[in-house]
């Protein structure tokens, strides 16, 4: 990795923990202006004020978050998309470009790619494009791979989340994001066959923050770099708290009872 690579990724990567915490915020472009982002710039600094290492948004939103051009945290441009009302939602196209995130001042950019999907083969032919020119250009890519498609009946099935994180690896990806499989043994194979930093997604709304900070506590005990989750932290109860419990487990090494103080004090 040369160095604007390294430079980069530690503004994204805590460099003493090796250890993130991503919210992704791109959901406008999916699913539109969705509780907990409906102001995009004060969701951005509710989780900031938490602690959190890195938010995910696409490009029109970076001018409304960081116009001013102060930054206090982490900026990952996505630039692939769908939405929800599409027949073939599953199938993301490019919507940006690496230079593009570069001249906004991104740290990283992402991707999403859905292995098994009818337009799989478009959506690999677009992670090399990407891959290769984030080399060139020394900007970090977090891909975003889940497996949902007419051949995948379970997408947290251990075997198929192993496969996901592993093509992204293969493809160039600096960091991987991926479901979590549901417990530590199986996701430690997860982390282990990626060979690069693996973080999980949080998925549909939970039930409860104990359900999601229990989640988060079994992905590190695996080995995890942490997380990139988004609907179960911006639209928790209270944002910051809740990265600053997740916080507690992922960079500090705390487990779930004393986030859970954190969370509730």
Known sequence: MGVGKKIRLNNV??????KTIIVPMDHGVSSGPIDGIVNIR?????????GADAVVIHKGNVRLVFGDGRKNIGLIVHISASTD????KNDKVLVGAVEEALKLGADM???HVNMGAEGEREMLRDFGIVSRACEEWQIPLLAMIYGRGPKIENQYDPKVVAHCARLGAELGADIVKVPYTGDPETFAKVVEGAGIPVVIAGGPKMKSAEDVLRMVEGA???GGAGLS???NVFQAEDPAKM???MRAIVHEGKGVEEALQILRG
């Not at 990567?13 to 090796?18: A, I, M, Q, R, V």
């Not at 009302?85 to 073939?88: A, K, T, V």
């Open 13 to 18: 990567l805590n460099p003493e923990t090796g």
């Open 42 to 50: 004060e969701a951005v600094q509710r989780v900031a004020r938490g």
């Open 85 to 88: 009302w599409s027949p073939r």
């Open 109 to 111: 950019v992402s991707i």
């Open 220 to 222: 590190i005990k695996a």
């Open 229 to 231: 989750i988004g609907r």
């Open 243 to 245: 990265v600053a419990a």
